[in-house]
């Protein structure tokens, strides 16, 4: 099996963290959708990260189908996300938070990277961190004082998907510890845990 991605893309990265939560064994293909754009095509046609490719070839994109096809062959009885019922419609709401807060924050900061300055639209950036914090802030709103985890008691798909998104807040910028105080400590316990610790990307 085979990942392709880095590890600096909240993507990418939630899905390493699930297949080593998983102890699925896997090699990583670090490839991005910029530097190695002919190679991300040739197995995504929309040239995005991650994709999977799997043993017998067959190649998953988009982060929430791969995740999907995971907790059903590798699940078992407690998968990542449960398999139906409020609890799953919890589990995938706040992924789906944490995701959209991804989302708003690579906007931004490709707005403000790639945008020559004086086409540069700073409410737009400013809005899209907003929209990001907001999402955030409801996230640690949930978090219970010393819990372990977001949800049922263990780990699930919206502390992975919450630890990156934190992760991807900080690298704009975002306080997180004075903002989002629980879910800032959340992510540094989840950090000591190895699916989290050998997935970190180098500085």
Not at 37 to 66: F, K
Not at 77 to 87: C, I, Q, V
Not at 175 to 188: E, F, G, H, S, V
Request: with cysteine.
């Amino acid at each position: 099996m085979r990942l392709i991605g880095v590890n600096r893309s909240p993507y990418t990265r939630r899905v390493a963290i699930a297949l080593c939560a998983y102890a699925v064994p896997f090699e990583q293909s670090e490839l991005n959708g910029f530097g190695h754009r002919e190679a991300v095509r040739a197995l995504n046609p929309l040239g995005r990260i991650p994709a999977l490719e799997l043993d017998d070839g067959e190649v998953l994109v988009d982060s929430g189908a791969i995740l999907d096809h995971l907790d059903e062959v590798h699940g078992g009885s407690m998968p990542l996300a449960p398999r139906g019922g409020p609890e799953r419609r919890a589990v995938l709401r706040v992924a789906a938070l944490a995701m959209g807060a991804c989302d708003k924050g690579l906007q931004a900061a490709y707005h403000r990277n790639h945008v020559p300055a004086e086409r540069r639209h700073q409410p737009w950036i400013e809005d899209c961190l907003a929209q990001m914090g907001h999402a955030l802030g409801a996230i640690d709103a949930l978090l219970e004082p010393n819990a372990t985890h977001l949800l049922l008691g263990h780990l699930t798909h919206a502390d992975i998907a919450a630890f990156v998104a934190e992760r991807l807040a900080r690298g704009l910028g975002i306080d997180t510890a004075t903002r989002m105080p629980r879910l800032r400590t959340q992510a540094k316990r989840l950090l000591e845990l190895a699916p989290f610790a050998t997935t970190e990307p180098a500085a």
